[in-house]
């Protein structure tokens, strides 16, 4: 062996030592600095390069270059995924883990499940007690169904961002009807409803009545006449709130929706009804919500009466003086006399015309019992006492 080898085989041996000596430096300093995270990250960092710190914010890293050896060629490396941004549960964060566990080592909770929370959420344990309903998993002390006890990504600790973590007790209420309610296909459900308790059915955060009206405030605004479930906030005995299978989301349709308080209209023993009656189309003539105008009708008559029948008066030489009141002679709904007349012919025309004048005309003699409108017709006509064209020639030889 000569004088070359044994210098190297020295040196090789010298290296060796110092490197387990520097090894057994690094793991004494671990051990000394604990488990502490901070500390780890500062002797890792004075030993190595490129350690991440466990405090770093969620700043978007700009994209690598990577430079390689082929002449002129830069590729761009992908940065990292950014680490989304942790909402943490205080005592979690402080590593305070006998607030809510019976020891640091243990899984074991201080108290019954949704009494530890109450523990520090006072004001929400009281806002719980003095309500009327209240949400099951609150009830049931399950806080974890919507809430991670540690830490989440979502605000408030929620387990799932969103309408998504109703539904994962609750069925799609939008999957009910092809008729989707505007506020809920395009909103949360935490906008109308308390996720705890509340006093008010549905656990609605306030009234239905002021539900609706967050949005639909202009459907009694300056009315005079408004209809009184809709005055007394009872939106949802005609409505569904979320969806449903008929226009407006009316839970029935406007016929049975209307009976079910209306219930004598229309009457099956009537001999006439009104054909929008018979048919159930109820708006035809009526607002549902409110209306300047009595019995919520959408215009007064005949104005009304003539978006269904020919307007007779707009060409008539002569006209009944009553003709303009509709509803002095006709029903609007249902009658027990033909033509839906407010009552039998002889005693309605008996209103206007005292049978002792009637008498006096020499054209009505022998026609006692008779109707009125077999000579006269009752709205319009050329002649001056609306005798029907087979009536005149009868009445002028009556005179002669």
């Known amino acids: 062996m000569n004088l070359k080898t044994i210098t190297d085989n020295f040196l090789n041996r010298q290296w060796k030592r110092i490197l387990c000596g520097l090894a057994g430096m690094l793991c004494a300093v671990l051990i000394l600095s604990g488990c502490q995270t901070e500390s780890k ?19 978007v890293v700009a994209p690598q ?19 989304p941004k942790m909402v943490v549960h205080p005592p979690y964060a402080q590593r305070d883990c006998t607030v809510c566990h019976e020891s640091q080592y243990s899984q074991k909770m201080q108290g019954k499940p949704g009494e530890v929370c109450f523990t520090c959420h ?9 309500s009327k309903v209240k949400h099951q998993p609150v009830m049931e002390g399950d806080c974890k169904s919507c809430h991670d006890p540690h830490q989440s990504v979502n605000q408030k600790l929620l387990v799932t961002k969103g309408n998504p973590l109703c539904l994962s007790c609750h069925d799609d209420p939008l999957a009910a009807g092809k008729i989707k309610h505007q506020a809920v296909e395009g909103g949360s459900c935490l906008d109308c409803h308390a996720p705890h308790a509340t006093n008010f059915k549905g656990l609605l955060k306030k009234s239905a009545k002021d539900t609706c009206a967050d949005c639909h405030e202009d459907l009694t605004a300056k009315k005079k006449f408004v209809h009184q479930p809709v005055a007394d906030g009872d939106c949802l005995e005609c409505h569904t709130p979320h969806a449903g299978k008929i226009k407006g989301l009316l839970k029935k349709p406007v016929k049975e929706t209307c009976a079910s308080c209306h219930d004598d209209i229309p009457n099956k023993k009537s001999k006439s009804i009104h054909q929008p009656v018979g048919d159930g189309d109820c708006l035809t003539c009526h607002n549902p919500h409110a209306a300047d105008k009595k019995a919520l009708v959408k215009k007064t008559a005949p104005t009304l009466c003539w978006d269904c029948h020919d307007n007779f008066l707009e060409k008539a030489k002569f006209k009944h003086d009553v003709v303009d009141d509709c509803l002095g002679c006709h029903k609007p709904h249902q009658s027990a006399e033909s033509f839906l007349l407010a009552k039998n012919i002889l005693k309605l025309c008996g209103d206007c015309h005292d049978d002792k004048d009637l008498k006096a005309v020499k054209g ?5 019992g008779k109707s009125c409108v077999v000579c006269h017709d009752p709205h319009v006509g ?4 609306l005798l029907k064209p087979s009536a005149i020639g009868k009445e002028a030889a009556a005179g002669k």
């Open 41 to 59: 990250q500062k002797w890792l960092t004075f030993f190595f390069d490129g350690v991440p710190d466990p405090n770093a914010t969620n700043q």
């Open 364 to 368: 009505h003699a022998g026609i006692e």
């Open 382 to 385: 050329k002649d001056k006492f």
């Open 65 to 83: 270059i990577l430079i390689t050896n082929v002449p002129g060629q830069v590729t761009a490396v992908p940065a990292p995924p950014v680490r």
């Open 122 to 130: 006072k004001p929400l344990q009281q806002s719980f007690v003095a």
